[in-house]
């Protein structure tokens, strides 16, 4: 039968259908960090049961840490949950790369960086972005906390019902000031922050497979801020050449990267296979992206103006933020620029800023901060001299960590501040209470900054 990509990966992982529906799917990674495993632990303490494949489970420490060097309050939740995350690893035999360790890092960042992400793999993780392992071709999406434990104690996983399934195809060629973030950005905005919901996306088209892996992980990552279940992209020459850079201790070597060639010469969509539904975008053009609202569906051109709402929420969103019809956003200032998260915090991410800030000061009155999303993207751009570079342009240059993605660590933004992140989800209160956060690509963070309100690349 001919099948799509997603089925394919499905298929090959379905272990049984269970009685009375639904199906169990086995799992090859699983990826653990503090916030979401606590109780998991805790299940399975209480049931005298081990992890069942500690040699297929990696974790790491993102949200609670603090990447300006300092110590987290030691009475704190943030202070509880990392070390709680040390407990239970040490207790039940999990390699854990904590604080300090040379592969610590975002976990979306650190699966992928150290070959742990891999082609046709099925990933899983207590974290919604999970979705930005399907770059690869694998199918990964969050779990429940309660899902963490089942997948700790079985190394499978009860889904209920396979998802739908859907295409988004991308044609055009963008302006060379558009990035992957705009690409994803005009998607969502195109189907709403609801088009994805109950699918599994596969992206395709001339747009997507010009993306280099980093790009392609952007996307992907953001396939949930649309509410679908996972977002794919076939591996190609791109992918493999990836996965075998030498530098990743856990990427399959000889045999075993051949065996993986092989596997994914046939992880393509079959030309007669069918989709639940099929949805072509024209990118001809496009030009940077921002967000004036509250989720990234609310996304305009830096120089349009910021649409008359046409709902309730809209209205909602342009009253929390500040903003009036027909503003520009070219014409808002910011106080903060935050670069960094899993959507944008790679190495790739870092060299596209730091060509718009080499040779300029930021803006008066605008705080800057850089946030690499793991220690090896961290030392791998020190080694690039890219810290040097936004040191000298005014930046801060921190740890590596969540950061500023969310309020839950040192890095937030005070009650009605507005900040240009390259991070992806502009909720109310996201970045700390009454924060008022706009999500744009690197280079357009990188360039507001220098400016002090928001500016494309070539501005």
Not at 196 to 217: C, F, H, K, Q
Not at 221 to 245: C, F, H, Q, W
Not at 433 to 449: F, G, I, Q
């Amino acid at each position: 039968m001919p099948g799509t990509l997603f089925d394919k990966v499905w298929d090959a992982h379905v272990v049984t259908e269970l009685p009375g529906g639904g199906f169990l799917l086995y799992i090859d990674r699983h990826l653990v960090h503090e916030v979401t495993s606590p109780q998991a632990f805790d299940g399975l303490r209480a049931a005298g049961r081990r992890v069942r494949r500690p040699d297929l489970t990696f974790a790491t420490t993102d949200h609670n840490v603090r990447t300006d060097g300092l110590p987290p309050d030691p009475k704190s939740l943030s202070a509880q949950q990392l070390e709680a995350l040390e407990r239970n690893c040490r207790e039940f035999g999990i390699r854990l790369f904590g604080i300090g360790h040379e592969w610590q890092g975002i976990v979306h960042v650190m699966g992928p960086e150290l070959g742990i992400t891999l082609p046709g793999r099925t990933i899983v993780c207590g974290d919604s972005h999970t979705a930005t392992h399907g770059a690869f071709g694998s199918l990964a999406f969050g779990i429940g906390t309660t899902e963490v434990e089942h997948v700790l104690a079985t190394q499978t996983l009860r889904v209920p019902r396979k998802p739908r399934s859907m295409r988004i195809t991308l044609r055009g060629e963008p302006s060379p000031s558009a990035g992957p973030k705009d690409l994803i950005l005009k998607v969502i905005r195109t189907l709403g922050a609801g088009g994805g919901t109950g699918y599994v996306v596969e992206y395709a088209g001339p747009a997507i497979e010009a993306l280099g892996m980093a790009g392609r992980m952007t996307v992907c990552n953001m396939s949930i801020e649309m509410g679908a279940r996972a977002g794919m992209i076939a591996p190609d020459a791109k992918t493999l050449a990836y996965v075998a850079e030498n530098d990743r201790p856990f990427a399959p070597k000889g045999e075993a990267f051949r065996e993986l060639e092989r596997l994914c010469a046939n992880l393509r969509t079959d030309d007669s296979a069918t989709f639940d539904r099929e949805v072509e975008i024209d990118v001809q053009g496009l030009r940077p992206l921002a967000t004036w609202g509250t989720t990234p569906a609310m996304a305009v051109g830096l120089d349009e103006p910021i649409p008359q709402p046409s709902t309730e929420a809209e209205a909602k969103a342009l009253r929390y933020m500040g903003l009036e019809p027909g503003q520009r956003l070219c014409d808002v200032p910011v106080d903060v620029v935050f670069i960094g998260s899993c959507t944008n915090g790679r190495l790739e991410d870092l060299r596209e800023a730091a060509a718009v800030v080499r040779g300029h000061r930021v803006a008066p009155g605008v705080r800057a901060l850089v946030v690499p999303g793991s220690t090896r993207v961290r030392r791998l751009a020190e080694s690039e001299g890219l810290d040097a570079v936004f040191r000298e342009a005014g930046f801060e240059w921190h740890g590596s960590g969540c950061s500023m993605c969310l309020g839950m660590n040192g890095d937030i933004l005070r009650p009605f501040q507005r900040s240009a992140s390259t991070s992806n989800r502009p909720y109310e209160g996201r970045q700390g209470p009454r924060s008022r956060t706009h999500l744009c690509s690197p280079a357009v963070a990188a360039a507001t900054a220098l400016v002090g309100r928001f500016a494309a690349p070539e501005a």
